[in-house]
């Protein structure tokens, strides 16, 4: 038997080797892990909370008056685009009445006025040439008047024309008449020399004279049916001639109804006219005494009521505007008014408490009730869209504040309390709608539990700049992942980043 020789290591030098193999192994689960880390998302998570949301508003706003005066600029200095050389007065400042405001460009004033006295000249020579008495075309009343004429001449030609058809009809009845009379006696001759035995001579020459009658009576029974067509045709031909006199007449009349017309509304026009040049040539003499009145006090405008000027609203070399200043007299009750988005100011009311302070320093601040949310006024939008914003309005005591002061206001308002609040860094949005990613735990083949992703749908109910007040299946318990280093999708590892 051949016998196998077995090597033996010291108890120290297998300790020393088992050491080695597990530092081994626990070198390449570290990496494993490492690289697993590495290989899924870094998340951070909340829970959500029962709790309310905050509203904030702040906004910028100047101290006025409530009877502040707005210093308007004529539109006749505004349409001749008129630039501001000079701003002589500053926010804050105390003024009096005929104390100067700004001060125009003379040569540009002196260039309109020049412009605005041509005008009136051209308006003043159109008005006496609109006077000069002019040659119109015919109104149609020689037309109507040869008309009637012609028509007067066809009635005497028709008059005439039927008397001779029926003097012919008559004519014919006395010839057939007397034709007749003549037959009849012809044949009481020719009766009485046939009754008497009288000679053939006789008797022949009688029946002749019969027989001649006879040929009388039928030519002039032929006149006389001829001179009866003839009366007819006659008739006939008035009668059309006056249905065509009868229209003819209906579309004069017609016509002239259309002329009358047209000269009454010419009539009517031209005292419109008139009217229209003589409002037009006031309002250019006003422009040119305006002007003047301006040139005459070097360029200047005055305010026309004394207080404290608590804004200027035009710039030295642009333009002059609509509104040059307000101005609001001293004592009593001022106001804070700030322009602010309708989606925000939606939140809030009057009665709701701002808290007012002064950036620039020098007054204390204080809290007031916001006393009205109201539309924009048109005059403070000067001509900015202002759709989409509101007035928010303050008022304070006089002793609080100066006029022309520069405010800040801030609200805060708590909503009621929603079961589900989380930030609002945990929303996300697809085509499917809006859902958070909440971190779940799942079995990992029986090497303990890994984390990852889950899509849950929720419903956004309110929500302000930082937090959303949610509904869905969501609890206190869940945690709602916030951020991750990589991007995420419902089901994909996750590993949890305590802060």
């Not at 309002?283 to 200047?300: H, N, R, T, W, Y």
């Not at 206001?409 to 499917?432: F, Q």
Request: include cysteine.
């Amino acid at each position: 038997m051949k016998h196998i020789a077995i090597k033996t290591i010291s108890r120290k030098k297998a300790l020393k080797y088992l050491g080695i193999f597990f530092c081994v192994m626990l070198a390449l689960t570290l990496l494993a892990n490492t690289l697993y880390t590495l290989s899924i998302a870094q998340v951070e998570t909340v829970s959500p909370v029962r709790t309310g949301l905050t509203r904030k508003l702040e906004a910028q706003a100047t101290v006025t008056s409530d009877t502040e005066t707005l210093l308007l600029v004529d539109p006749v200095l505004t349409g001749a685009g008129i630039f501001v050389d000079e701003i002589l007065v500053g926010i804050g400042q105390s003024v009096a009445v005929g104390d100067p405001v700004i001060r125009l460009n003379m040569a540009q004033l002196e260039a309109a006025l020049d412009n605005a006295n041509t005008e009136l000249t051209r308006l003043r020579l159109n008005d006496e040439q609109a006077g000069i008495p002019v040659t119109f075309e015919s109104d149609g009343s020689l037309d109507a008047e040869k008309a009637e004429q012609d028509w007067a001449d066809a009635a005497q030609d028709r008059a005439e024309r039927l008397e001779a058809a029926q003097k012919a009809v008559e004519r014919a009845q006395n010839a057939l008449s007397a034709a007749r009379e003549a037959l009849e006696s012809a044949r009481r001759t020719l009766d009485e020399l046939q009754a008497g035995h009288a000679p053939e001579e006789d008797i022949a020459a009688a029946q002749e004279a019969v027989t001649q009658a006879e040929a009388k009576v039928k030519e002039c029974q032929d006149t006389l049916n001829a001179a009866n067509q003839n009366l007819r045709d006659v008739q006939d031909s008035i009668s059309e001639e006056t249905e065509d006199e009868e229209y003819e007449r209906a579309k004069l009349r017609e016509q002239q109804r259309l002329q009358q017309q047209q000269r009454d509304a010419n009539e009517e026009r031209a005292e419109i006219d008139a009217q229209l040049r003589d409002l037009d040539i006031a309002a250019q003499k006003e422009k040119v005494e305006l002007l003047g009145a301006v040139i005459q006090k070097g360029g200047i405008l005055e305010t026309d009521s004394a207080g404290v000027v608590t804004a200027v609203s035009v710039e030295a070399g642009a333009a002059v505007g609509t509104l040059a200043a307000r101005i609001a007299p001293g004592g009593g009750q001022y106001a804070l008014i700030a322009c602010v988005a309708r989606s925000v100011a939606k939140y809030f009311s009057a009665g709701d408490t701002a808290s007012v302070s002064f950036p620039s320093g020098g007054l204390s601040d204080f809290e007031a009730p916001v006393t009205e949310i109201r539309e924009v006024n048109d005059e403070d939008a000067q001509g900015e869209d202002t759709q989409d914003m509101v007035e928010l309005v303050v008022h304070i005591l006089s002793t609080q504040a100066r006029l022309g002061a520069a405010a800040q206001i801030k609200l805060e308002k708590n909503t009621a309390a929603y079961e589900c609040v989380i930030p609002v860094a945990a929303l996300r949005e697809d085509s499917k709608g809006k859902f958070v990613l909440v971190q779940r735990e799942r079995e990992d083949g029986g090497w303990g539990s890994k984390l990852y992703a889950e899509r849950v749908a929720v419903e956004v109910v309110d929500q302000n700049d930082e937090y959303a007040a949610v509904q869905g299946s969501l609890g206190t318990y869940d945690r709602c992942i916030i951020r991750s280093n990589k991007s995420l999708e419902d089901g994909d590892s996750i590993q949890e980043v305590r802060q």
